[in-house]
């Protein structure tokens, strides 16, 4: 009991007001997501606004979160940086991931096609959605797939090796830092494939019925 007691504290003192501070930002970059997507997709369908919302909030994100890292790792390192505005978020992270503490090779490339290429494609992706391009649905499936993949290449790897950088002692590294936020890059573009899928399916069926005529 005594030693159940002492891993709750230490539970408790890992929710430091840094990262009560670092949460909240992470919300109000959604809340600013959710603005965007009220603000541009007036006139688009429910599913096609939540879609707006991870696009923007997911190139808010790499703005604002991923370039700093970027950056930081090719000048040197996060850990080396220290404490720094841009880079507590990191710091804080890298106790449940330290690969993102030491510029990890595979990490800093991924990370800078996600700050680059995917940031535009998401941004392509959100105008070809509010105008009703005809080129929205092969951006829309790319942008997923290469969420989906710098995912994959960031933790198979890991995971291979026996996981030696991830600390998945506590339920905040494990469940929020780990799973939830990563689990983000997963069920978004996830949802966005299904939609591409549907869509393009009924597309077909429209060709279909349109030739028979």
Not at 119 to 136: E, G
Request: contains cysteine; hydrophobic residues 50%; glycine residues 6%.
């Amino acid at each position: 009991p005594e030693d159940a007691l002492h891993g709750k504290m230490a539970e408790g003192e890992l929710v430091t007001p840094l990262v009560l501070t670092l949460l909240f930002v992470a919300f109000l970059q959604f809340l600013a997501g959710l603005i965007l997507a009220h603000i541009f997709g007036r006139r688009v369908s429910t599913g096609d606004r939540w879609a707006l919302v991870w696009l923007f909030y997911d190139v808010i994100c790499h703005i604002t979160f991923e370039t700093p890292f970027v950056y930081f790792s090719i000048v040197g390192t996060v850990a080396e940086k220290g404490h720094h505005l841009l880079n507590e978020v990191w710091l804080e992270y890298g106790k449940a991931d330290s690969r993102w503490l030491h510029s990890d090779p595979t990490i800093v490339s991924l990370e800078l096609l996600t700050v680059t290429l995917c940031s535009v494609l998401c941004l392509v992706t959100a105008y070809a959605i509010c105008t009703d391009k005809h080129y929205r649905h092969f951006v829309q499936i790319t942008v997923a797939v290469c969420e989906l993949y710098g995912g994959w290449m960031t933790f198979c790897p890991e995971w291979l090796t026996g996981s030696p950088s991830l600390d998945t002692s506590n339920f905040l590294y494990l469940w929020i830092y780990l799973v939830f936020f990563n689990g983000l890059w997963v069920v978004a573009p996830g949802y966005l494939l299904l939609q591409s899928w549907v869509a393009l399916r009924e597309q077909h069926k429209g060709q279909k019925i349109a030739k028979r005529k």
